[in-house]
């Protein structure tokens, strides 16, 4: 029998939550719906292989971490970093609870560069919560190393052990998950009434629309592009530049959770589609002769799939915590 992570294979992802002692940390976010595996390390440290009485008293540098596997299509990262927020004092500096220590310092470290922006948007409207700076650390995942045995799952083995988490926390992780409602795809009859002919066509039946007379390919105001079938954030202004080949062009996603990439042999020609992820709307395809300092890739996507939000307005539009995009 295939365990959770096997099923979700195709769309797990990975990031590392510093929050603390890890016993609590570690099993708070196990009990989250759409997390499919958590184990503890030693992350972000100076040295290799530490042990754990190496990280409590020989200054390795090392953060006591989670590892939190989860699947994509049933959790998101800014539900997860809402949750971990809930468990940590933000502005604590290498404290939480009776724990004092920089291997007790909290920080968010990633694999994929694409989530940046989102873990900046979430920690900027977090700091609106709070009079002090936060004290979260925000960087790549440099080095991880897992932790020993017994610290695994150290909970489950020892239900009376020391846990700086109370219960209430526990049983609110067992019942979150995500806004059903928030993005939903809707169906081909609502999307007849309520779309343009050419939004239609092009997000339905894989249409192109004409090259430079289109709504958006000249457009280089501050906001966010979000799919025209469901609201979803795809793209940033801060990731738009000038191609010079008539549609809107982008060097990557808002967060590679929200896209779908296809082989496409339309057309005698081997591409690479683009589609949204929760309305299954074509975008455009993906092509190799972007900027090389940003990746070499171009996301070409068609304005007819797309709605813009000027940044003034994304915070009354519910996008809000999207806003440290653009703090660069």
């Given at each position: 029998m295939m365990n959770k992570e096997q099923k979700s294979k195709g769309s797990t992802k990975e990031i590392y939550l510093a929050g603390g002692c890890f016993w609590g940390t570690e099993k708070y976010l196990s009990l989250v719906k759409g997390i499919v595996r958590t184990e503890v390390g030693y992350?972000?440290?100076?040295?290799?292989?530490?042990?754990?009485?190496?990280?409590?008293?020989?200054?390795?540098?090392?953060?006591?971490?989670?590892?939190?596997?989860?699947?994509?299509?049933?959790?998101?990262?800014?539900?997860?970093?809402?949750?971990?927020?809930?468990?940590?004092?933000?502005?604590?500096?290498?404290?939480?609870?009776?724990?004092?220590?920089?291997?007790?310092?909290?920080?968010?470290?990633?694999?994929?560069?694409?989530?940046?922006?989102?873990?900046?948007?979430?920690?900027?409207?977090?700091?609106?919560?709070?009079?002090?700076?936060?004290?979260?650390?925000?960087?790549?995942?440099?080095?991880?190393?897992?932790a020993e045995e017994y610290h695994q799952k150290y909970l489950d083995k020892n239900p009376n052990g020391?846990?700086?988490?109370?219960?209430?926390?526990?049983?609110?992780?067992?019942?979150?998950?995500e806004d059903p409602v928030k993005y939903q795809p809707k169906s081909k009859e609502v999307l007849q009434a309520t779309l343009s002919d050419l939004q239609y066509n092009v997000t339905q039946n894989n249409a192109t629309e004409p090259p430079f007379k289109n709504e958006y390919h000249n457009n280089f105001e501050e906001g966010i592009y979000v799919d025209i079938t469901t609201g979803e954030p795809l793209f940033t202004a801060s990731d738009k530049f000038e191609s010079g080949c008539g549609w809107p062009s982008f060097t990557k996603p808002i967060s590679?959770?929200?896209?779908?990439?296809?082989?496409?042999?339309?057309?005698?020609?081997?591409?690479?589609?683009?589609?949204?992820?929760?309305?299954?709307?074509?975008?455009?395809?993906?092509?190799?002769?972007?900027?090389?300092?940003?990746?070499?890739?171009?996301?070409?996507?068609?304005?007819?799939?797309?709605?813009?939000?000027?940044?003034?307005?994304?915070?009354?539009?519910?996008y809000g915590y999207l806003l440290g995009c653009f703090d660069k």
């Amino acid at each position: 029998m295939m365990n959770k992570e096997q099923k979700s294979k195709g769309s797990t992802k990975e990031i590392y939550l510093a929050g603390g002692c890890f016993w609590g940390t570690e099993k708070y976010l196990s009990l989250v719906k759409g997390i499919v595996r958590t184990e503890v390390g030693y992350a972000n440290g100076d040295t290799e292989n530490p042990s754990y009485e190496d990280v409590c008293s020989r200054k390795t540098g090392h953060a006591e971490t989670v590892k939190v596997v989860y699947d994509s299509d049933q959790i998101g990262l800014e539900l997860i970093l809402r949750l971990f927020y809930d468990v940590i004092d933000p502005v604590a500096k290498n404290r939480q609870g009776n724990d004092i220590g920089t291997q007790y310092r909290t920080g968010i470290y990633y694999t994929d560069v694409q989530d940046r922006d989102l873990i900046l948007g979430s920690l900027k409207e977090l700091a609106k919560r709070y009079n002090k700076p936060l004290a979260i650390e925000v960087s790549p995942l440099q080095n991880y190393y897992t932790a020993e045995e017994y610290h695994q799952k150290y909970l489950d083995k020892n239900p009376n052990g020391y846990c700086h988490i109370g219960a209430e926390k526990f049983k609110k992780a067992e019942r979150a998950q995500e806004d059903p409602v928030k993005y939903q795809p809707k169906s081909k009859e609502v999307l007849q009434a309520t779309l343009s002919d050419l939004q239609y066509n092009v997000t339905q039946n894989n249409a192109t629309e004409p090259p430079f007379k289109n709504e958006y390919h000249n457009n280089f105001e501050e906001g966010i592009y979000v799919d025209i079938t469901t609201g979803e954030p795809l793209f940033t202004a801060s990731d738009k530049f000038e191609s010079g080949c008539g549609w809107p062009s982008f060097t990557k996603p808002i967060s590679s959770d929200v896209i779908c990439e296809l082989t496409d042999n339309s057309h005698r020609m081997n591409r690479i589609e683009v589609r949204s992820k929760t309305g299954n709307a074509h975008l455009g395809h993906i092509f190799a002769d972007g900027p090389t300092e940003t990746g070499g890739l171009r996301y070409c996507i068609n304005s007819a799939a797309l709605k813009f939000i000027p940044k003034e307005e994304m915070e009354d539009e519910g996008y809000g915590y999207l806003l440290g995009c653009f703090d660069k």
